[in-house]
């Protein structure tokens, strides 16, 4: 187990230096470079920036730049903003509840709705339930996010009036029911694709797990079918779904990413599309780094799980 533990840690360390020095890359080779939105300023002249590209060691080559910025990353200093001086763990911060409440708030939907329309898809293959969960699935992966999100708010805000359009809570309320009422109608909307997903896999993995000699053995015992199902058929196949949970935060960050936009949802998402508009590359840089780990733990995570749970897979 130590050694399975320090080779997915070696490998998600490799991992998040490679994805440092293409985006810091990236970032700096963009049109207009860093010091872009300061050229927007009529009262900036040339001498201006080039002294400002000196004080924030712009100037500098490239690789210099990075490691510089890698070296002060570790010791815990991620810089600070452009736009106010901030520093950028103070500025993520801010952000990052907001982020984890959709995003919990949706995962949970997703895994909960996803496991059991996979689990009765299975129970019932070829039923009429199946074939509308096959092709609902098909809808939701097809259709885009902001699309489900401007619909939602067309139907059930501006409609039927039942849910707010967006913000996190009303201005002088900010209770715990004022939050789940504005948390309902994005948090749906970013689950349903993963309740597509989830669903199929769940299919897939309920099937494959009714074909085994134990269901068999089981069934031959005079052992219920609603025993064999919860003990035995569910928990194996919820094996590959613990490292499907972990794969499936990348989408969760990008579709966080759209929903907070349409939604104007305070989190990560929506405050990386406005630092990547204002050019405020040191957020941009620490959003990017941050996403990257949750990423990485979140996979670290389901596999030492699987590992756990799976002998085979550990002794391996």
Not at 38 to 64: C, V, Y
Not at 126 to 146: E, I, K, N, Q, R
């Amino acid at each position: 187990m130590p050694r399975f533990l320090l080779n997915r840690l070696s490998q998600s360390i490799v991992l998040l230096v490679i994805v440092s020095i293409i985006g810091f890359t990236v970032l700096n080779l963009m049109p207009g470079g860093p010091l872009a939105q300061f050229g927007l300023d009529p009262g900036m002249t040339q001498k201006d920036i080039a002294r400002l590209s000196e004080q924030l060691g712009l100037n500098r080559p490239l690789w210099i730049q990075y490691f510089d910025w890698a070296w002060r990353l570790v010791q815990g200093d991620w810089g600070h903003s452009y736009r106010d001086g901030s520093s950028v763990l103070t500025v993520i911060s801010r952000h990052l509840l907001a982020t984890l409440l959709l995003m919990g708030t949706s995962t949970a939907l997703a895994i909960a709705i996803g496991s059991w329309i996979g689990i009765r898809g299975a129970t019932h293959r070829y039923s009429l339930f199946d074939y509308c969960a096959t092709v609902g699935a098909m809808v939701a992966l097809s259709v885009p996010t902001f699309w489900f999100g401007l619909i939602g708010i067309y139907i059930f805000t501006l409609k039927l009036g039942w849910v707010p359009a967006g913000n996190m809570y009303a201005i002088g309320d900010g209770s715990v029911l004022d939050y789940l009422h504005h948390l309902i109608l994005p948090s749906v909307v970013l689950s349903l694709v993963h309740v597509a997903i989830w669903s199929r896999y769940m299919r897939t993995a309920t099937l494959d797990a009714l074909t085994q000699d134990f269901v068999k053995t089981a069934r031959a015992k005079g052992v219920s079918e609603r025993r064999i199902l919860l003990k035995h058929v569910v928990g194996n196949a919820l094996l590959p779904m613990i490292t499907l949970a972990g794969v499936q935060l990348p989408s969760l960050l990008t579709g966080a990413l759209v929903t907070e936009t349409v939604f104007t949802w305070p989190g990560m998402g929506r405050l990386f599309l406005d630092s990547l508009g204002y050019s405020d590359y040191p957020v941009v840089m620490g959003l990017l780094i941050f996403s990257a780990v949750l990423v990485v733990l979140g996979n670290l995570i389901a596999d030492i799980v699987v590992a756990v749970v799976d002998p085979r897979i550990r002794l391996s």
